[in-house]
């Protein structure tokens, strides 16, 4: 027959173990030392154990309407960041969009109009320089990238403005990257 043991450390369970028959435990050598103690199937690590009594974690106060939109405006920078990692696909590769791209982007940009070179190429994620073409269809790619990245900058305030002006918990928090504001923001 199998039981489980809860490890106590400082009156939490640590860990379950399951011992008895087809286990590496034996529960007659565990049971008799401190800090093992059978435990029902409910018991999971987390639990306290006080007074011979198992009790369960106590559930998290739910958020402030300010804690929600604090944590949902957090959410949205870290998927705004996600979204900009994956970069910009243009043709058939995918080029990078972090800060430092987008500033030499932009000086290259202005260069090409300045003084056109007869031929761009720009590096893409796997740090290989891929042909883009002449000095039009180079503005034309810095243009499509740099608009790219700002609408998703966009995206992210749109987004904040609309958790922003709600007064409902619940529809703060379930607002995602992929949500569409139900009315204009």
């Not at 944590?71 to 800060?99: M, N, S, W």
């Not at 109009?113 to 042909?131: E, S, T, V």
């Amino acid at each position: 027959m199998q039981q489980r043991i809860a490890e106590i450390n400082d009156g939490v369970v640590n860990s379950i173990i399951i011992a008895g028959d087809g286990t590496n435990y034996d529960p007659d050598k565990l049971l008799p030392v401190p800090g093992y103690v059978e435990a029902p199937a409910e018991v999971e690590p987390g639990w306290t154990y006080q007074d011979g009594q198992f009790v369960p974690p106590l559930e998290p106060e739910p958020p402030t309407l300010d804690e929600a939109k604090a944590q949902k405006r957090a959410e949205l920078k870290t998927a705004r960041d996600a979204v900009i990692a994956e970069g910009f696909t243009y043709g058939d590769h995918v080029f990078p969009l972090d800060p430092d791209v987008s500033l030499s982007l932009t000086q290259q940009f202005i260069g090409s109009q300045a003084m056109p070179a007869r031929h761009y190429a720009w590096k893409d994620i796997d740090n290989i320089y891929r042909d883009i073409g002449d000095a039009a269809t180079f503005q034309a790619f810095a243009m499509s990238m740099m608009l790219y990245g700002q609408s998703v900058y966009a995206r992210e305030e749109m987004l904040q403005n609309y958790i922003n002006n709600k007064d409902d918990i619940d529809v703060v928090l379930g607002v995602t990257w992929e949500t569409v504001p139900d009315e204009p923001v």
